[in-house]
């Protein structure tokens, strides 16, 4: 369900109502830089300014998420050795 004001192209709605369970195969490098670019594009959505905490806020999270799956990625190549 799209609650903000974005709108999609086709292609991207027709993704978006396969549902959260569909995974699109990306390179690690390939996925950041579009998580980062996506991100960036909703914050440039919103009131101009409450842009630069929402950019703040959204550096946290995506560092957070990077440590916690490349620590994740460490512990799964340890197991599998």
Same mark, same amino acid.
């Given at each position: 369900?799209?609650?903000?004001? !974005? ?5 991207? $709605?027709? *993704? $978006? ?6 995974? !699109?195969? $990306? ?22 300014? !409450?842009?630069?905490?929402?950019? !703040? *806020? ?6 957070? *998420? ?16």
């Amino acid at each position: 369900m799209n609650l903000t004001n !974005i709108k999609f192209t086709k292609e991207e $709605q027709e *993704l $978006q109502d396969t549902g959260m369970q569909y995974n !699109i195969e $990306q390179t690690g490098k390939t996925y950041w830089t579009n998580l980062v670019v996506e991100t960036e594009q909703a914050i440039r959505q919103l009131e101009t300014k !409450i842009e630069d905490a929402y950019r !703040i *806020l959204a550096a946290k999270k995506l560092t957070e *998420l990077h440590y916690t799956l490349k620590s994740s990625n460490t512990v799964h190549k340890h197991k599998h050795i």
